[in-house]
């Protein structure tokens, strides 16, 4: 080997030792300084897939993908023709029965108990020109001016004419007690039942309608008008807007310096120079991967814990799965602390 070949590789081991030091530090340990913290990771979102809560055919899908919805806003609709009918036929049980029950409420009219007072003093009366009767006939036919025959017959006539006005007497009683209290119970239950009847219908018809339950981007559009909707069948995947976070770790040797409600601030490759407001909002108290039962001092700084920054997203540039770049400033005063002005999430 040469001399000056010699000479060259030492200082050029010397060189490739320095520099992937450097590299290791700079990829280990280069998000880390006094007064400031710098994390890598995504955007990240929740994703809904909403469904109808009944079954049958849509008839109308009103959003297509990339439509930005709010809440109770509406999506698709259903047939409702039968729907509508099973709510006009628990309507009309509903009205009827509510009748039934207000008549036994009301009790007896007053033309009932008159007419009722009336069948009391005809019978009244009958009984008593049948008593008379037989007591003419029994003083005849004790003087033998007439068959016992006739004798018996006035007897049975009384008696029959007697039990007629207690008959009637009776039902005077029961006319002015009015209807039975178990009678107005069972009508009462009645009603009720035929009313949740009415309910469900119009939850039914309800339903029928699928509105938007939260603020959010239709990102897939998955049934189309003429196709059979049911719960178990999802009509759009919707990505909630809010929050939104940046989902992204740190190493264990930094899991200190940070705390939940710290601010934070948010950049993009997409809008360079631009910085998005934020804060901590969830820092896993577990590590990402189960470390072995005895780890040493070299693998225990390879540890991160994930940690979601939430962002605020006024102008919706941020989407989901753009990687972005967190920055927490370390020595902000105890004031500065928690969510930005203007900002939502949990």
Not at 272 to 295: C, D, H, L, N, Q
Not at 321 to 340: D, F, K, S
């Amino acid at each position: 080997m040469k001399p000056k070949a010699r000479i060259l590789l030492p200082i050029l081991l010397v060189l490739a030792t320095v520099g992937g030091g450097a590299w290791w530090w700079r990829t280990d340990h280069g998000g880390a300084s006094a007064d400031r913290l710098i994390l890598y990771g995504n955007v990240d979102i929740r994703q809904v897939e909403v469904a109808f809560n009944d079954s049958g055919r849509i008839v109308a899908m009103e959003a297509r993908e990339g439509d930005r919805v709010r809440t109770g806003q509406l999506l698709a609709r259903l047939d409702t023709r039968r729907l509508k009918a099973a709510a006009d036929e628990a309507r009309a049980r509903v009205a009827a029965q509510r009748q039934v029950v207000a008549r036994l409420l009301a009790g007896s009219r007053p033309e009932e108990i008159r007419k009722v007072r009336a069948d009391v003093a005809a019978a009244k009366a009958e009984a008593h020109n049948a008593t008379l009767n037989e007591r003419r006939q029994r003083d005849l036919a004790r003087r033998k001016l007439v068959p016992q025959a006739a004798d018996d017959a006035a007897t049975a006539i009384a008696v029959a004419a007697r039990a007629r006005l207690e008959a009637a007497g009776e039902t005077l009683k029961l006319v002015l007690a009015g209807p039975r209290k178990e009678d107005i119970a069972a009508a009462k239950a009645t009603l009720q039942a035929d009313e949740a009847v009415l309910t469900l219908a119009g939850r039914r018809l309800a339903d029928a309608r699928l509105e938007a339950p939260a603020d959010g981007i239709i990102q897939d559009r998955l049934l189309e008008p003429g196709d059979m909707a049911s719960p178990q069948r999802p009509v759009y995947t919707l990505a909630l807007t809010n929050p939104m976070w940046v989902r992204t770790y740190v190493p264990e040797p930094d899991l200190g310096r940070i705390r939940e409600g710290m601010r934070a601030w948010i950049t993009t490759d997409s809008y360079p120079g631009k910085r998005y407001a934020g804060w901590v909002g969830f820092i896993s108290p577990t590590a990402e991967f189960t470390p072995k039962p005895v780890e040493t001092p070299q693998v225990r700084t390879h540890l991160v814990y994930q940690v979601r920054v939430y962002a605020c997203n006024p102008q919706g540039e941020l989407r989901l799965g753009m990687p972005a770049t967190v920055e927490i400033p370390l020595n902000a005063p105890p004031g500065a602390a928690g969510r930005p002005a203007g900002c939502t999430g949990p």
